[in-house]
C-alpha cells in the first residue's frame, strides 16, 4: 500500500482518473440539458455503443479517428432526432421509449459488429490530439501537470463544457427557455416560447454528446466490443440526479466516479487486490455512485415537468 502513495503513482492515477470520467461527464452533461427541458433519455447507453461502434468502424477502414469522432457525432445527432420525435412529437412514455432505444441499438451494435468487423482489432492513436495534448508550460508544472495537462482533446472539451454549459442555462435567453419548458410548459407556451423546438435541441445536444462519449470510450478503451459501454449510459443518467441537474454537480459526480475506477485499477496493478477480488472490486465506482445517490436524494428538486410530454392546448 506505501507505493501507492508516492506523489508519482497519485498524480497518474488522478490523470487516469479524469479520463475515465470524461465518457460519462459528456453524456451526463448533455442529458442535463434533456432533462432541464423535461425529457428524460434512458437510451443514452444505446446511443454510446453505437455510436462508438460507428467511429470504431470508420476508423478501421479509413485510418482516422477524427473522422470516427465525425461519425459517432452524426450518429449522436440522428438518434437525437427520433428520440426527440418518440418523445416530443408522439409524446410516448419516455422510460419505456428510452430502454426500447437502449435494447435496440444494444442489438444493432452487436449485429452490425459481427456482419462488418468480426473479430476485435485494436485501432492504431499513435497521433495527433485524440492521444494526449500536452498544454504548454502549464504541462511542466510538477505533477499537477501531469494530473490534467496531458489529457487527449475530448477530455479537455469534457472539462470546459462545464462552465460553458453553467453560462448557458442561467445566463442566457435559451437556458431561461430550457428551464421554462422543463418546469412549466404551459406558462412557457403562453409566452411565446416554442416548448417542441426547445425539446427538439435540448434533446439533440444531448444525444450528440452521448454519441462523442461513446467515440470518447472507445478512445479510451482503444478496442470496441460487444455492450462496449456496459451500463456507462445508465451510470451517466445518475449522475444528472447525483449533481441536482447542475453541471459542477454532475462532473463532481463523473469525476468521483473516474477517481474510483483509477484507484481500483491502480490497486490491482500494485497487488493491493488480490486477483480473485478484482471483479468484485470492478463494482466499487458504480456501487460508490448509487450509495452516495441514495444519501444525496430529496436535496435537489428535479425539473417538475420531467418525463411528462406536453401537447399544446
Request: glycine share 12%; net charge positive.
Amino acid at each position: 500500500m506505501s507505493h501507492f502513495f508516492t506523489a508519482a503513482v497519485l498524480s497518474a492515477t488522478i490523470a487516469s482518473g479524469i479520463a475515465l470520467g470524461a465518457p460519462l461527464l459528456l453524456a451526463a452533461l448533455g442529458e442535463t440539458v434533456g432533462q432541464r427541458s423535461g425529457v428524460l433519455n434512458l437510451g443514452v447507453d444505446g446511443i454510446m455503443l453505437l455510436a462508438a461502434f460507428g467511429a470504431y468502424l470508420v476508423a478501421l477502414r479509413t485510418g482516422s479517428i477524427g473522422w470516427g469522432v465525425l461519425v459517432a457525432l452524426a450518429i449522436g445527432v440522428v438518434m437525437g432526432l427520433i428520440t426527440a420525435f418518440i418523445n416530443v412529437t408522439i409524446g410516448a412514455e419516455q422510460g419505456i421509449s428510452g430502454i426500447g432505444i437502449y435494447i435496440a441499438a444494444l442489438g444493432l451494435s452487436g449485429l452490425l459488429f459481427e456482419r462488418y468487423v468480426g473479430t476485435p482489432t485494436p485501432i492504431t492513436n499513435s497521433r495527433g490530439p485524440f492521444v494526449a495534448v500536452h498544454i504548454p508550460l502549464l504541462d511542466r508544472i510538477p505533477y499537477l501537470g501531469t494530473m490534467l495537462f496531458k489529457q487527449n482533446i475530448l477530455v479537455y472539451a469534457a472539462l470546459l463544457l462545464v462552465p460553458a454549459l453553467t453560462y448557458v442555462l442561467h445566463h442566457t435567453t435559451y437556458g431561461m427557455n430550457v428551464h421554462a419548458a422543463g418546469e412549466n410548459p404551459a406558462a412557457a407556451d403562453s409566452l411565446g416560447v416554442s416548448v417542441t423546438r426547445v425539446r427538439y435541441t435540448a434533446v439533440i445536444f444531448g444525444s450528440t454528446m452521448a454519441g462523442l462519449a461513446g467515440a470518447s470510450l472507445l478512445i479510451l478503451d482503444g478496442i470496441f466490443q460487444e455492450n462496449l459501454t456496459q451500463g456507462a449510459g445508465f451510470i451517466a443518467v445518475a449522475l444528472v440526479y447525483f449533481g441536482g441537474w447542475r453541471p459542477a454537480g454532475v462532473a463532481l459526480g463523473a469525476l468521483l466516479y473516474g477517481l474510483t475506477g483509477s484507484v481500483i485499477l491502480t490497486w490491482k496493478t500494485l497487488g493491493i487486490i488480490p486477483l480473485s477480488l478484482s471483479d468484485l472490486a470492478a463494482t466499487a465506482p458504480a456501487v460508490i455512485v448509487v450509495l452516495a445517490l441514495l444519501f444525496l436524494v430529496g436535496r435537489y428538486r428535479q425539473p417538475a415537468a420531467l418525463g411528462k410530454p406536453y401537447r399544446r392546448q
